[in-house]
């Protein structure tokens, strides 16, 4: 563990400037608070934020960021208050702390949630100020250290799956890649000991029997270097074990068929120099075609800059040589930290726009399963360049198709794609696209997000805004639905009415707005009764009242029933005055009554039966129908339009499927009798919104 004096000189070597008072004093702090409290390990709990501390000053981070990451435990396992600490420390280290602390406890939550509401948190407190992220990364960076002295199996393992899951891709998405290949490593061993036994066990090996063989390969690259003027600096090593695993696991191989295990990294001095290393390499070793990738003209979305290329060595050895300059290097391999400059009113660079699309994510998910789903797809996927006709560059995961192209150039372009062209030439949206593909999307005011475009969208943002746009579309429909009911009351009223009646109706029925009145009354929320009366206090009275209508015991009478006899009409074939109908005794039940040629009797029932007609009364029968509705604006409404038309009263809605062509949907209709129920069916088949109607 860091002792006081070598953390606060750690600082002052790089920052000399930094309040050695203050960072002594934060030292002094996190001793006192955490006091006696003990880590799995039997370490005092102190020396933990001592040692994120001391990983921050590796990252030469401000002092804000060290003080952070000292007291970033305190308040959630002390009596420390975040007042307390922005007395002592001020109010940008207070509001790291509290960025910092928000990410934990959320232990009351199951599983999933616990971890929808962290990524939420995560990213909400990220936007603010990355800084929140490199500490949370250093942090746990140096449990996953010590996650081996949890005795606990399962909570390692749930660790180390959420490191795997979350904490790793998000340090390679902001270029951290060493803190990325040991957090892969570690979660690796718990999550796969025996692939990592192995792995690790078959690289020691390599390494006692080849006698020194990478170390003389480098060695050879360097004179090759060196013979044709450059200064470079060469090291190899093996591939990281996780890496050779996952490439086992992805093209089914065993080890001895991997091919690449070394890997050579070359510094430079300049940018010229790397591109005159790499013809000199390529000169010399024959190359593997289509394993060379340049990023250092097309950098990674997290600045990552390189070449990269493959080489036959000698004895038909395969190697991977990274090139890059020293400054490269550094940002490669600490990304974000390695430049961020910490001055009042920074704001994050374009290395990390992709925050953006998280925070969008956040906004627009439904569920915690929705938000976990699009965070994962976000963070975590291999990448392919694609270019806009005026030569932006996008970066998105394999598998991307235009659509997903169209909403990472905007969410508007999304929303509105109807087609595009691939390299000139006009190809499906749901083609998948490749390295350097030209991509034109055309699209159309009058179109919208198709919910079949979920089946084949792979980027977290595309997948979150369809869901939302194909939701706001349905409360669209159903508020047209629900406004040509209203008209259908409204000139059942004794008076005309006006607006101040509407907003006095929306206020006494304790709904938000218009169009909330309007969706209540589409998904049967509302009957007429209770918006009559919201709209015209006493002008319902002589309605029936709505119980009624559901149980139909008293609206409907039934001929060849002893009087008295409780019945109900059967929910499987929903016969209405006009049906021939038969009644079964149900015990406990009264009698159920059912069309003759319903599908339940058909199938043969142990009851006895009973000869019934209709009564004189029958008011407030149920008719189901079951339409299919072309998927474009305004075909729910149009039905809605001829329900109303022929004063029909909707009941229940349901949407069955719905697809990029179609939507299904049962219905159900206070109809007077057959025929009633017969002209509304007619009416929606002549209908051109309706592609079929049928009574169920």
């Given amino acids: 563990m860091l002792r006081q004096y070598e953390l606060v000189e750690r600082v002052l070597a790089y920052e000399p400037e930094a309040d050695e008072a203050m960072l002594n004093r934060a030292y002094v702090y996190t001793v ?59 109010p940008e280290v207070a509001r790291l702390v509290d960025g910092v602390t928000k990410l934990s406890k959320i232990e009351a939550m199951g599983e999933t949630e616990r971890a929808a509401e962290n990524l939420r948190k995560f990213f909400l407190a990220m936007s603010e100020d990355i800084r929140v992220l490199l500490v949370k990364l250093a942090d746990r960076l140096h449990n996953m250290r010590t996650l081996h002295f949890i005795k606990s199996e399962d909570k390692r393992r749930r660790i180390a799956r959420e490191t795997m899951d979350i904490y790793a891709p998000l340090a390679e998405r902001v270029g951290m890649y060493e803190y990325m290949r040991e957090m892969q490593l570690l979660a690796f061993e718990q999550l796969e000991p025996e692939a990592y036994a192995t792995i690790t066990g078959r690289l020691a090996q390599i390494r006692s029997s080849e006698g020194g063989q990478v170390d003389a390969i480098a060695l050879g690259i360097k004179q090759a270097l060196a013979e044709a003027g450059l200064k470079v600096e060469v090291s190899g090593r093996e591939k990281h074990p996780y890496s050779i695993w996952k490439k086992m696991a992805e093209r089914h191989v065993s080890f001895e068929q991997i091919t690449d295990i070394m890997a050579f990294r070359v510094l430079t001095d300049s940018l010229d120099d790397c591109y005159r290393a790499l013809g000199v390499l390529h000169t010399t070793w024959q190359m593997i075609p289509g394993r060379f990738k340049d990023y250092i003209s097309t950098p990674k979305s997290n600045g990552y800059r390189s070449l990269h290329s493959s080489l036959i060595f000698e004895n038909s050895m395969r190697m991977e040589v990274q090139v890059r300059t020293q400054e490269m290097h550094r940002t490669n391999e600490f990304g974000l930290a390695a430049h961020w400059a910490y001055k009042q009113d920074d704001k994050p660079d374009g290395q990390v726009g992709w925050l953006r699309d998280l925070i969008e994510i956040v906004d627009a998910s439904h569920d915690a399963e929705e938000l976990l ?59 998948a696209l490749t390295n350097g593909d030209v991509v034109e999307v055309i699209k159309s005011r009058n179109a919208s997000p198709q919910l079949s475009w979920l089946g084949f969208v792979v980027t977290g943002k595309a997948r979150a805004a369809i869901r939302r746009a194909v939701r706001q579309k349905e409360k669209q429909e159903l508020v047209a639905i629900g406004r040509k009911l209203f008209e259908e009351i409204v000139e059942r009223l004794p008076s005309k009415i006006g607006k101040k009646a509407v907003k006095d109706a929306v206020r006494r029925l304790g709904l938000s707005s218009e169009d909330e009145l309007m969706r209540a009354i589409g998904t049967a929320k509302l009957d007429d009764r209770q918006v009559m009366e919201a709209l015209v206090p006493g002008s319902a009275k002589d309605l029936p009242e709505p119980e009624q209508w559901p149980k139909q015991e008293r609206a409907i009478s039934i001929r060849g029933l002893t009087p008295g006899v409780a019945f109900h009409l059967g929910a499987c074939c929903h016969p209405v005055p006009g049906d021939r109908i038969v009644g079964i005794r149900v015990p406990d039940k009264g009698v159920e009554v059912h069309a003759i040629d319903c599908l339940t009797l058909a199938s043969g029932v142990d009851a006895d039966w009973l000869d019934l007609s209709w009564g004189d009364r029958t008011t407030g029968a149920i008719g189901r129908v079951r339409i299919v509705l072309y998927n474009r604006p305004g075909t729910l409404a149009e039905a809605a339009g001829i329900f109303a038309g022929n004063r029909a009263n909707i009941v229940n809605l349901a949407n069955i499927n719905r697809d990029e062509l179609f939507g299904t949907y049962e219905i159900d209709l206070e109809v007077s009798d057959l025929a009633h129920l017969t002209r509304i069916v007619s009416a929606l088949r002549a209908n051109d919104a309706v592609a079929q109607a049928d009574r169920i």
């Fill in 32 to 90: 006192q608070k955490h006091g006696s409290q003990k880590r799995a390990s039997g370490d005092p709990y102190f020396s933990h934020p001592v040692e994120v501390a001391g990983l921050m000053t590796e990252l030469k981070l401000d002092q804000e960021t060290i003080i952070t990451a000292l007291l970033h435990d305190t308040v959630e396992d002390t009596l420390a208050t975040p007042e307390e600490i922005e007395k002592l420390f001020g």
């Fill in 373 to 431: 789903e699009h965070t994962r797809l976000a963070i975590y996927q291999d990448r392919i360049f694609a270019f806009t006709p005026k030569g932006q560059l996008l970066q998105l995961p394999k598998g991307s198709t235009p659509v997903d192209f169209a909403y990472a150039v905007h969410s508007d372009l999304g929303s509105f794609a109807v087609g595009a062209k691939i390299n000139g030439r006009h190809m499906p949206l749901r083609t």
